[in-house]
């Protein structure tokens, strides 16, 4: 089913995406040298709680995943691109950290996702994945408009990866959003223009798009639920929820940072 939030949604949905910029923000900012990954988690259950919102990904139980989630966020380390699971580990410097979050508040979801380098060091190859995936989100939120077809958003992403040298891995992407999480339809990272579903204003979306530094190919751990590049290669990731407007999209999930 494909949802369009009416303005009194819409309102709410604003609300929703601050407050996942806001702890994503947050976590950021408490990602440091020796912070262990059940840490972000237990903080991240405290600003979700403290806000009177629910996780997406407590019970959360699809069939990508094995059982509910269990857990408040998603913490993946370095070649952990997707879902990864928090578990007892303790942040290094030069570790890529990328961070998802979906809350629903008031009945509407938000969900947005950064990656970023921990500690002082700043690898190139990190540096280069992280700020590919920041360009093809802005590039998809470019190309979000109300005249245009989701074909238009996954050429966008597709074309900034591709030409930074990377190659796409079309398994998991964006998704429609709006009173649960994942919704139809399915954005991939990767299409062609002019096709697909024709955006209107109303339709909430979640952008993500993802990359490994030598592959396309994901493997699955033995947790069933963290999926990491199957070379063992640095990886990165960035999602906003965007929702399209009479003349273009308002980014419901922007850090202050
Ligand atoms: N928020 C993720 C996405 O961007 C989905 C995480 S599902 C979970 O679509 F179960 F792993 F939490
Ligand atoms: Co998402």
Redo the contacts with the bound molecule.
């Keep these: 089913m494909i949802e369009i939030l009416n303005p009194a949604k819409v309102a709410r949905a604003r609300v929703t995406g601050a407050l996942v910029a806001e702890i994503l923000q947050t976590m950021k900012e408490r990602a440091v040298v020796g912070t262990n990954l059940l840490e972000i988690d237990a903080w991240t259950k405290e600003m979700i709680e403290a806000a009177g919102a629910e996780s997406?990904?407590v019970d959360?139980a699809?069939s990508f995943?094995s059982g509910p989630?269990g857990h408040y966020i998603?913490t993946g380390v370095n070649d952990a691109v997707?879902?990864g699971l928090p578990h007892d580990y303790r942040l290094a410097d030069g570790d890529l950290l990328s961070l998802?979050?979906?809350v629903v508040k008031d009945g509407i979801a938000a969900?947005s996702?950064l990656s970023f380098v921990v500690g002082k060091s700043r690898p190139p190859e990190s540096v280069a994945l992280i700020e590919a995936t920041e360009r093809a989100l802005e590039a998809a939120i470019e190309a979000a408009r109300p005249d245009a077809r989701l074909g238009d958003i996954s050429h966008a992403i597709g074309t900034v990866l591709t030409e930074a040298g990377y190659s796409v891995n079309t398994e998991f992407g964006g998704?429609g959003i709006g009173s649960t999480?994942?919704q139809d339809p399915h954005v991939a990272n990767q299409g062609r223009p002019g096709r697909g579903f024709k955006l209107r204003p109303g339709l909430m979306l979640?952008l993500?798009p993802w990359v490994m530094a030598d592959t396309d190919e994901l493997t699955v751990d033995p947790d069933g639920?963290t999926l990491r590049s199957s070379t063992g290669c640095r990886t990165a990731h960035s999602?906003h929820t965007v929702v399209i407007t009479d003349d273009g999209n308002e980014v419901l999930t922007r850090r202050r940072g």
């Design positions: 997406c990904y959360y699809p995943g989630f998603c997707l879902h998802d979050l979906a969900d996702a998704h999480m994942h979640a993500e639920w999602e």
